[in-house]
C-alpha cells in the first residue's frame, strides 16, 4: 500500500482524536458523582478502549496491503453472518444451505473482490447465490416456512456479506489521477460513518428530545440524526485533500455516506428489536456484536463505492 | 498439544463460545459439571469453554461406543479431551459405567456428564438417570456444578458431519451436594431443576 503523506495525517488525526477521547473518558472517570453517570463514563471508555484496538487492527490490515485488507473485511463478514444467523431461527433443513453460505459464498465473495473482477463479485450474492441457496434447502425436503427461512438466509448473506464487501472493493476502483491512493478512500468511508454514530450518539445524548423511530429505537432522535449527520458531513468536507473531490464534493458525499449509514443503523435494530435482543453480540467490548458496529458501513459502502463508481470512474 | 489448540480454535471460531459463571468463580478444585446434551458437540464445547487450568484437569464422559469409531474420534478422545469413556448399550457388572467415572474422579479429576443418558429432543430436558446420584452418594466430597449449554445443537444436528457457525452459550450455575437424608428422587429433582433454571427452562 503506498504510505503517502496525506494517509499518514489521515492516521494522525484519528490517533489524535482517540487519544483526546482517552484522556476527556480518564478526566471524566475521576469526577463523576452519581452512579448512573459512572456506568455512562465506564461504557463510553470501553468503547474507547475498543476504538484503539480496532482502528490498530483495522490500519494494521490496510499496511499490510490491500489482500489483508480483503481478508480482514472476509473474517469481519464471517463473524457478522454468524451473529446475523445466530439471531434467525432456522431450520434443520437449512443446515446445508448455511454451511454453503459460511464456507463456500463468503470467501468465494471475497475472492472475486480480491480478484478485483467487478462483474462477478457486483452480482454473486444477488445473483448466484440467490438462485442456488433455495434450491438447496428445497432439496432437504422441509417445506415449512420456506420462503421467510429462504429469505432470511440471502438476507444475512446480502447485509452482513456481499453489502460490507463493498468497503474493501473501493481499493480496486480506477479513478483518473488518483492511482495508488485509494486506501485514502477506505479510510474517509470508515471514519466518516463511524464519526457520524458516534456524533449522532452525542448529539441525541446533549438535545435529543423528538424520536425518529420509537418503536424501533428508542436512541435515535431527530436531534441526533440532524446534528451527527450534518457535523459529520462537514468533517467529511475538511477532509477533501485526501479525496479526489473538491470540499463541496466531498461534503456532499459524506453526506450521502451518513444517511446511509443512518438507516443501516435503524435497519439493523428493527431486526434486534425484532428478534427482542439489544446487541447483536458481546465480541467488542462496550460496542455489543461485530454487526452493531457494522450496521451503519453496511448501507454506508454500496452507496460510497457505486456513487464514486458512476461519477468518477 | 497442537491438535488441543486446533480443536478449541475450531471451537471458538464455529461457536464463540466463552463460559459464563452465574454460580460460582472458575476455581481449581473437583468439580462434575453436569450439563443437558444438545449435541454431540456438547462436552467438547463445554472442554473448550473451561479457563486452560480447569480444562487441564477435567474430563469429558462420553459413549463408548460413538468415540472408539474410526480413526479421529479415538485419536481426540485419548489425547485431546482425554475422555472417560463408558458402556450405555450392554451394561453389565463388568462394564458398569460407574466404575471408571469413580476411578476418574479419585485420580483427582474433574469431570462433564449429561446426566439425562441421551440429547433432549424438544424443549426441555428428559429427567434424569440414577448415574448422578450414585457418584454424588459415594463420592460426597465432590462438588456437582450444574451446566446449561445453548445453541449448539444448531452447529451440528443429529446426522450432520459439517458445522456451521452460530453463537452458542455455556452458563454454569452454583455448586450443589447431595443433602443429609436426601431421598434419590429428591436429589434428581433439585439437580434437573438447578440446571433448568439456569437455562430460563421451567424444570
Known amino acids: 500500500m503506498n504510505m503517502d503523506d496525506d494517509l499518514m495525517w489521515m492516521g494522525a488525526g484519528v490517533g489524535g482524536v482517540l ?275 457494522m450496521d451503519s458501513l453496511c448501507f454506508a459502502a454500496p452507496v460510497f463505492f457505486h456513487i464514486l463508481r458512476y461519477w468518477w470512474v | 498439544m497442537l491438535s488441543k489448540f486446533l480443536i478449541i480454535g475450531l471451537v471458538r471460531v464455529l461457536t464463540g463460545v466463552r463460559a459464563r459463571w452465574v454460580g460460582a468463580a472458575p476455581e481449581k478444585r473437583q468439580r462434575i459439571y453436569f450439563a443437558n446434551h444438545t449435541s454431540n458437540l456438547d462436552a467438547v464445547v463445554i472442554w473448550a469453554s473451561l479457563p486452560s487450568e480447569l480444562r487441564a484437569i477435567t474430563r469429558p464422559v462420553a459413549a463408548h461406543d460413538y468415540w472408539t469409531k474410526g480413526l479421529t474420534r479415538p485419536y481426540l478422545a485419548k489425547h485431546v479431551f482425554n475422555a472417560v469413556l463408558i458402556e450405555r448399550k450392554n451394561v453389565t457388572v463388568k462394564n458398569n459405567p460407574l466404575t471408571p467415572m469413580l476411578a476418574a474422579l479419585d485420580a483427582g479429576s474433574s469431570l462433564i456428564i449429561f446426566p439425562e443418558g441421551g440429547r433432549m429432543a424438544g424443549g426441555e430436558p428428559a429427567a434424569f438417570k440414577s448415574g448422578i446420584h450414585h457418584l454424588a452418594a459415594k463420592r460426597p466430597d465432590v462438588e456437582l456444578v450444574p451446566v446449561w449449554i445453548d445453541n449448539v445443537n444448531r452447529v451440528l444436528p443429529k446426522g450432520e458431519f459439517l458445522p456451521v457457525p452460530m453463537l452458542g452459550s455455556v452458563t454454569i450455575g452454583a455448586p450443589m451436594k447431595l443433602a443429609e437424608g436426601e431421598t434419590k428422587d429428591g436429589f434428581l429433582m433439585r439437580a434437573r431443576a438447578a440446571m433448568c433454571t439456569l437455562g430460563g427452562v421451567s424444570a
Not at chain 1, 132 to 137: A, E, G, I, Q
Request: overall charge positive; some cysteine.
Open chain 1, 19 to 293: 487519544v483526546i477521547a482517552s484522556i476527556i473518558g480518564a478526566i471524566l472517570a475521576k469526577t463523576a458523582k452519581t452512579d448512573q453517570a459512572r456506568a455512562t463514563i465506564a461504557n463510553m471508555n470501553a468503547r474507547t478502549g475498543a476504538w484503539w484496538v480496532m482502528v490498530i487492527i483495522f490500519g494494521g490490515a490496510l499496511a499490510g496491503g490491500r489482500t489483508t485488507t480483503v481478508v480482514l473485511f472476509g473474517l469481519l463478514s464471517f463473524l457478522a453472518l454468524r451473529e446475523f444467523i445466530t439471531l434467525t431461527p432456522t431450520r434443520r433443513g437449512d443446515h446445508r444451505a448455511l454451511f454453503w453460505a459460511f464456507f463456500v459464498i463468503t470467501p468465494a465473495q471475497y475472492y472475486f473482490v480480491g480478484a478485483e473482477w467487478y462483474g462477478m463479485f457486483s452480482i454473486f450474492v444477488p445473483v448466484w447465490a440467490f438462485l442456488f441457496l433455495p434450491v438447496r434447502t428445497a432439496m432437504a425436503g422441509d417445506c415449512d416456512h420456506f420462503l421467510e427461512r429462504a429469505a432470511k438466509t440471502q438476507w444475512g448473506l446480502m447485509a452482513c456479506v456481499y453489502c460490507l464487501s463493498y468497503a474493501p472493493a473501493l481499493l480496486s476502483l480506477p479513478i483518473a489521477g488518483y492511482a495508488g491512493e485509494n486506501a485514502k478512500l477506505l479510510v474517509f468511508l470508515v471514519a466518516i460513518t463511524q464519526m457520524s454514530d458516534v456524533l449522532q450518539y452525542v448529539w441525541g445524548k446533549l438535545f435529543g428530545r423528538h424520536k425518529v423511530a420509537p418503536l424501533v429505537s428508542p436512541s435515535k432522535t431527530w436531534e441526533g440524526l440532524i446534528g451527527g449527520v450534518l457535523t459529520a458531513s462537514a468533517l467529511g468536507a475538511g477532509l477533501w485533500w485526501a479525496t479526489p473531490f473538491t470540499p463541496w464534493e466531498a461534503g456532499a458525499v459524506s453526506l450521502a455516506i451518513t444517511i446511509a449509514g443512518f438507516c443501516g443503523g435503524l435497519v439493523m435494530s428493527a431486526i434486534k428489536r425484532d428478534r427482542g435482543v439489544k446487541d447483536y453480540g458481546v465480541l467488542i467490548e462496550g460496542h455489543g456484536g461485530v454487526m452493531d458496529r
